[in-house]
């Protein structure tokens, strides 16, 4: 009976130590508890000032509560992490050490066949990378490391959520919920108020995106995922021989494009004239670097000895990306900007997870009649998830070779790639002067110049006219037909320009 006894005081013990580690969310799952009394112990609230109220009450306010700070605003978990707005890199990656993959999202559709292959299902993911659903975004970083290439992973600022909503709820959602506003706009390419709600009480990211589902005054909600670039002379570069663009014949003329990337260095040579206009999607955050967008404007449009694939092209430029990096509320604005500057073409040399609230920006953008170009990433072989936004369905997945057509071994291999272009070791504008650069992104800027000659020639042309015609026309590398490394073949711009209707 001692035995008996002691063992059950030592089972006890352990419980109650694994009680008092727990966070204060780990006991609300007493299925009597209220919604209120629940969100009064994620908030971390004594019995004492955690007053009973109904969530229906106007605004959500705490009666004779007149000191007006926000909901749980004292009672902040200790564990809180405040993070700003930009983040640069501070997460480990997640894969390996045991863990598994993040699950594969479907791949785009073929155009030739319509078809989607069936999906995988997740392998044993945990919860918080399921809510991220493939974790950050990652920018036009298209320099190759010196470090080996990872996968990207579930990278996302750890205390904030981007929420759509419709009507003025939004002040009454924060006080629900216990969360701050730190941003509001209306999206034009969402069609709805996109929030950007902080948790200043330490709360796990999944458990805030479960409580924001049940709400029906919510519409979409997602992680505020991290995203980067893909970057790994007096010359014309190879890459008009490479895709049958004369270089003498070559325009863009008239022609609007948007490029999403860095600051840029408008005082280049190489940019005289062709910059239309600007916009800073970060402008509290201060512009340290500005060759990578310097470049990829180059490409597409440069003058003078740094030619672009489409001179007289008119460049309409969001700076989103600080440090290689940004977040997807910027991302969002930065295209909701380029959506009302009247563009054919939207460049998106940039690389990071699934994003519900992304895909419905491209989506949309799809629908007005912009052609969507994106950097397939520079993740390697075995890089999973997909890169988005380059993987979503009606955007031109690009990816990079070299001056003998051979794949770059840094590229992402998948279902979504759909076309190969030049983007190894090509000479471009920088922020000081000139450079050597290699990566999906400036692959991907030299298909957006291509595509700026297309529609230069015949302005009436479709985005589906675009798609279809450098499908059929891309040049076969690789296995024979469609494959995961060069997509449909290199692009063979003469050959799409002879396509019929």
Not at 204 to 218: E, F, H, I, S, Y
Not at 223 to 228: A, K, L
Not at 244 to 257: H, P, T, Y
Not at 309 to 317: D, E, L, S, T
């Amino acid at each position: 009976m001692a035995a008996k006894a002691v063992i059950r005081f030592a089972a006890l013990l352990v419980a109650a130590m694994m009680i008092g580690a727990a966070p204060a969310l780990a006991q609300t799952n007493d299925p009597n508890l209220t919604q209120t009394e629940i969100d009064c112990l994620n908030r971390g609230a004594t019995a004492a000032n955690c007053i009973k109220r109904d969530t229906k009450d106007t605004g959500g306010e705490r009666p004779g509560d007149n000191s007006g700070e926000r909901p749980g605003a004292g009672s902040a978990a200790t564990n809180a992490v405040l993070l700003p707005a930009l983040i640069v890199d501070l997460f480990p990656n997640p894969i390996g050490g045991g863990q598994a993959p993040l699950p594969t999202p479907d791949p785009r559709r073929d155009p030739a066949s319509g078809a989607l292959p069936p999906p995988v299902p997740p392998a044993g993911a945990t919860a918080i990378q399921a809510a991220a659903a493939g974790g950050p975004i990652v920018s036009p970083s298209d320099l190759v490391a010196a470090e080996p290439p990872r996968a990207v992973v579930g990278d996302f600022v750890p205390d904030e959520v981007l929420v759509t909503v419709e009507g003025d709820a939004v002040q009454q959602i924060a006080a629900s919920f216990g969360l701050e506003v730190r941003s509001q706009r209306q999206s034009q390419l969402l069609g709805s108020t996109l929030v950007r709600f902080g948790i200043p009480d330490g709360r796990p990211l999944g458990v805030v995106l479960a409580q924001l589902a049940a709400d029906g005054r919510t519409l979409r909600r997602e992680p505020n995922h991290i995203y980067s670039l893909q970057q790994a002379a007096t010359i014309v570069n190879y890459a008009f021989e490479r895709i049958a663009l004369d270089a003498k014949g070559a325009s863009g003329e008239n022609v609007r494009i948007a490029v999403v990337d860095t600051a840029i260095d408008d005082t280049n040579p190489a940019l005289s004239g062709v910059i239309a206009d600007q916009f800073d999607a970060m402008p509290d955050v201060p512009i340290e670097a500005r060759d990578h967008g310097t470049s990829i404007d180059g490409l597409i449009a440069g003058v003078g000895a740094l030619k672009g694939m489409a001179p007289g092209a008119r460049i309409y430029h969001a700076r989103a990306f600080e440090g290689g990096k940004s977040t997807m509320d910027v991302v969002l604005a930065a295209l909701d900007w380029a959506a009302e500057q009247d563009v054919r073409i939207i460049n998106m040399s940039f690389v990071g997870p699934k994003n519900d609230l992304l895909g419905v920006a491209c989506r949309n953008a799809r629908a007005l009649g912009i052609v969507l170009v994106a950097a397939a990433g520079n993740n390697g072989p075995k890089a999973t998830p997909y890169g988005y936004p380059a993987a979503f369905d009606g955007v031109i997945a690009v990816t990079a070779t070299d001056a003998k057509d051979g794949l770059m071994q840094q590229a992402n291999r998948g279902a979504y790639v759909f076309l190969s272009a030049p983007g190894v070791e090509m000479v471009a504008p920088s922020g000081a002067g000139s450079d050597v650069v290699t990566g999906t992104s400036f692959a991907a800027a030299i298909v957006t110049g291509a595509i700026a000659n297309l529609l230069h020639t015949a302005p009436d042309r479709s985005a589906d006219w675009v798609e279809k015609a450098l499908a059929a026309t891309a040049r076969d590398l690789g296995p024979k037909g469609r494959d995961n490394d060069f997509g449909y073949g290199l692009l063979n711009t003469k050959a799409a320009e002879a396509a019929k209707e």
